[in-house]
Structure formats: C-alpha cells, structure tokens
C-alpha cells in the first residue's frame, strides 16, 4: 500500500466512543455521558474525567442508562456533532 492511500484511509477514520446515556428527553436526541481513564500529566495517578456529547438518535431507540457506542459526523446542529452507532446493553 503507497503512502497516499494510508494517509487517504486515516483522513476517513471516524472516532467512537462508549458511554452511558443519561437524558433521552429530546426528539432524536440523546446526551450521553463518556468517562474516559487518563494518567494525570503530573502524578501519572489514574483519574476519571467525563464529558458530555449531545448525540443524534434517529429512531429512538436508546434509554436512559443504556450503554451506547456513538460516533463521529458531520455537524447535525449547534451542538450535535455525534450519531449513535448501536445500543450495546440495557
């Protein structure tokens, strides 16, 4: 495989993250919170920080406490950058 086409497949990569779903109250749309495990730059202590992602759920068909695979695309809305892949447990 040439060097263009590597860097071509990496452009496309979209990034996925795994969290919990924590408010379904909007019309296809969910916030759903991922916690990620980071070493703290300083102390290199493991540390949990979370964030929120406002993600696009087309049928509605993730719960509150769900865990969710979403993922990157383009921007839905003001702050809706993130579309559900599937609902991996209940």
Known sequence: M??????ETAAHVRKT???VVTSNKMSK????EHV???PHPKFN???KRSK????HDEKG???IGDKVRIVETRPLSKLKRWALE???SH
């Open 45 to 47: 202590k493991i540390v």
């Open 29 to 32: 749309t969910l916030v759903v």
């Open 2 to 7: 040439s060097e263009q086409q590597q860097q």
């Open 52 to 55: 929120k992602y406002y993600v």
């Open 86 to 88: 599937k609902v991996l």
């Open 61 to 63: 068909e993730a719960q």
């Open 36 to 38: 990620a495990r980071v």
């Open 17 to 19: 993250r795994v969290g």
